[in-house]
């Protein structure tokens, strides 16, 4: 099988593992399973999941960790060929993964200087890029959200690494990447291209990483909203698991065309849910 793996709530809850489930994943991948982590969280450099995930136990390769920042510059790198300058509002991580695949990276922050320094418009002051890239953006200012709105405006390419209007924390919920996403679509007016879940290129950027489908996958997630519905999109099965915020209740009226194939509420039962799936590929 294929698995895609959200991470959050799933395989950690914040700095903890959620017990026993990087060991049903190693078992899995040992019996042949291919095995991609995806999340929609844009601030992280792949690298840095695998060193966490290794240390959980967790059967990881790099190329197989697909964040929303990963899929966003493979899906530029194969479908938009004509884009090579971007202006990224975003993180670190976000930054990296643009420039892996050769594209020339202006940060907003410094976009934001140069146009208020120089007295020029956003699109100049980032060297007319071919499009705007907008991920979670700790730092987000003002003229950061200012200047993306010029080069889009003046007819760059708008593209969201996801719409989650918030931001899980060991200290609540903060505002995630979809709210920066909001605010700079207000102020240009144009609708951006959404890669994360629950648009479904998140996971046909996966799936590809490893030569399959993505409609061959079970995904694996703890969100109706986001995993669930990002499996429906590409025709893929899914396991919704109850080791995130969500409970059961979630399912409580749901139609049956936007339910889930399989509940888990702990490794154990996901071992088993996973070992039914792989008997009955049609399930």
Do not use: K
């Given at each position: 099988m294929l698995l895609l793996v959200d991470l959050d709530g799933v395989v950690y809850r914040g700095a903890d593992p959620v017990?026993?489930?990087?060991?049903?994943?190693?078992?899995r991948a040992k019996a042949g399973d291919d095995i991609v982590y995806v999340t929609n969280n844009s601030m992280h450099y792949r690298a840095d999941y695998v060193t966490r995930l290794s240390a959980m136990g967790a059967p990881i390769e790099p190329e197989h960790v697909v964040s929303s920042a990963r899929a966003t510059a493979?899906?530029?790198?194969?479908?938009?060929?004509?884009?090579?300058?971007?202006?990224?509002?975003?993180?670190?991580?976000?930054?990296?993964e643009m420039r892996d695949v050769g594209l020339d990276v202006v940060t907003s922050g410094h976009a934001a200087t140069r146009a208020s320094q120089e007295a020029i418009d956003g699109y100049e002051a980032a060297g007319r890029p071919d499009a705007v890239v907008v991920g979670l953006d700790p730092q987000v200012t003002y003229m950061r959200i200012a200047v993306a709105a010029d080069a889009i405006r003046a007819g760059a390419r708008f593209i969201a690494t996801n719409r989650d209007p918030v931001y899980p924390t060991e200290r609540g919920l903060r505002p995630g990447s979809g709210s920066i996403v909001a605010a700079i679509e207000a102020a240009c007016g144009v609708t951006p291209l959404s890669i994360g879940k629950p648009a479904p290129l998140?996971?046909?950027?996966?799936?590809?990483?490893?030569?399959r489908e993505a409609g061959d996958a079970v995904m694996i997630g703890d969100s109706l909203a986001t995993d669930v519905a990002a499996a429906r999109a590409v025709g893929a099965r899914?396991?919704?698991?109850?080791?995130?915020?969500?409970?059961?209740?979630?399912?409580?009226?749901?139609?049956?065309?936007?339910?889930?194939?399989?509940?888990?509420?702990?490794?154990?039962?996901l071992a088993s849910v996973l070992e039914q799936l792989a008997a009955d590929p049609g399930r």
């Open positions: 017990p026993g489930v990087a060991d049903v994943l190693a078992a493979l899906y530029l790198q194969e479908h938009e060929p004509g884009i090579r300058r971007i202006l990224v509002v975003g993180a670190g991580g976000l930054e990296r998140l996971l046909e950027q996966a799936a590809r990483v490893v030569g899914s396991v919704f698991m109850l080791t995130g915020v969500a409970g059961r209740e979630q399912l409580d009226g749901l139609p049956p065309e936007e339910r889930p194939t399989a509940v888990a509420a702990n490794a154990d039962e």
